[in-house]
């Protein structure tokens, strides 16, 4: 059974860096596209950015290229790390693993969520 | 980006009705859509992919269809469980965009 489990810090002060991962147990980790959205409180789903096994990134123009993805395929592991953080960034972050093929591109197993809150 | 309309954005309905929700894209997305559902304070969970594929374990009063620019996902009889936020996602191009939900309650 595949788990994700993310962690990082839940709290942050204006302009600071955001920083989680996500550890992937059971199953492979190579040919899967590692993943993380977040939601706003009470508010709708967002992509953030996907990073595959070779380290390929694609992340969301809206963050402003304040988006790092990185991987560790020796620990079964990703993060992001989200910079210059404003009380916008407040929201619950998901990682997932996402099944990306040529004209697929679907997200079957999620962490449990993180709820990152910025505030001075 | 590709913009994503969902509609309802809420509904009541009883057990045994059936629920249709759409999702409307800003351009042609071909098939590339997947719809999750999220209840409160849970992560989402995959429904259906390839807009008609039905996901693994996922019962089969659950149906999706559509393609190009026009989307439903269909509950036949809602159940309990169902009473939940439904969220489109299209996966034609990047970046991945959501539509705003649709909230079930119950009637």
């Known amino acids: 059974q595949v788990q994700l489990q993310q962690w990082g810090a839940g709290l942050l002060k204006p302009s600071e860096t955001l920083s989680l991962t996500c550890a992937v147990h059971?199953?492979?980790?190579?040919?899967?596209?590692w993943t993380w959205f977040r939601q706003p409180p009470g508010k709708g789903l967002e992509w953030i950015g996907e990073i595959n096994h070779s380290g390929k990134i694609n992340d969301n123009p809206s963050l402003k290229s304040r988006v790092t993805i990185s991987i560790d395929t020796s620990n079964n592991q990703f993060s992001l790390k989200l910079g210059s953080v404003t009380a916008a960034d407040t929201a619950v972050y998901y990682c997932?693993?996402?099944?990306?093929?040529?004209?697929?591109?679907?997200?079957?197993?999620w962490g449990q969520g993180i709820l990152v809150t910025v505030s001075s | 980006a590709i913009q994503m309309t969902q509609s309802p954005s809420s509904l009541s309905a009883s057990v045994g009705d059936r629920v249709t929700i759409t999702c409307r894209a800003s351009q042609g997305i071909r098939d590339d859509l997947g719809w999750y559902q999220q209840k409160p304070g849970r992560a989402p969970k995959l429904l259906v992919y390839a807009a008609s594929t039905l996901h693994s374990g996922v019962p089969s009063r659950f149906s999706g269809s559509g393609s190009g620019t026009y989307f439903t996902l269909t509950i036949s009889s809602l159940q309990p469980e169902d009473f939940a936020t439904y969220y489109c996602?299209?996966?034609?191009?990047?970046?991945?965009?959501f539509g705003g939900g649709t909230k079930v309650e119950i009637k």
């Open positions: 996602l299209q996966d034609y191009t990047y970046p991945l965009t």
């Open positions: 997932a693993r996402g099944v990306c093929g040529w004209g697929t591109h679907y997200f079957d197993y």
């Open positions: 059971g199953g492979s980790f190579s040919n899967y596209c």
